[in-house]
Every structure is written in C-alpha cells, then in structure tokens.
C-alpha cells in the first residue's frame, strides 16, 4: 500500500526542473552551450504543465469520491429497505 497519494504535478515540476539543472551542469562541463536565458520558459512551461495536471487530477478524485459515496448511501437504503417509501 502506497505510503501517499500519486499526484502528477509535482511529478512534472520536477522533471522540467531536473531538465533545466541537466541543462545548466551541461553547460558548466563544457558539453553545450545553454543561454542564460533559457530557465524561464523551462520553468515556466514546467509550472504551467505541473498546474494543468494538478488541477486535472484534483477533478477526477474529486469525480471518483462523489460517485463513489452516493453509491455507497443509495446502496445502503436499497438493499436494506429503510429508504424513503416509493410511488406518488
């Protein structure tokens, strides 16, 4: 069992953070040349995404709760006869 909940956001923040250091370490060895300009639309696009999922994700748990708990409360009266009574 899962210590916490998976949540995609924070998973994209740090890819595009990650990305952005990679790109950097990248360019103090040597191996490229990275503008210095280059960390804003990184971690701007890679904030923007991590919301996008964030609130998706927010949304569907949220779906998947009310559906699953008016599930539970109509399948409890029904199956035990104590709803409200039934006809006109």
Request: net charge positive; no cysteine; proline share 7%.
């Amino acid at each position: 069992m899962p210590r916490h909940e998976f949540q995609p956001g924070r998973l994209v923040t740090g890819l595009f953070l990650t990305l952005t250091g990679v790109l950097y370490v990248g360019d103090a060895g040597g191996l490229w040349k990275t503008p210095w300009f280059a960390v804003v639309p990184l971690v701007g696009i890679g904030l923007w995404l991590a919301g996008a999922a964030a609130i998706t994700t927010r949304t569907v748990r949220r779906r998947r709760r009310r559906r699953a708990s008016s599930g539970q409360s109509a399948g409890v009266g029904s199956a035990t006869g104590s709803g409200p009574p039934q006809g006109s």
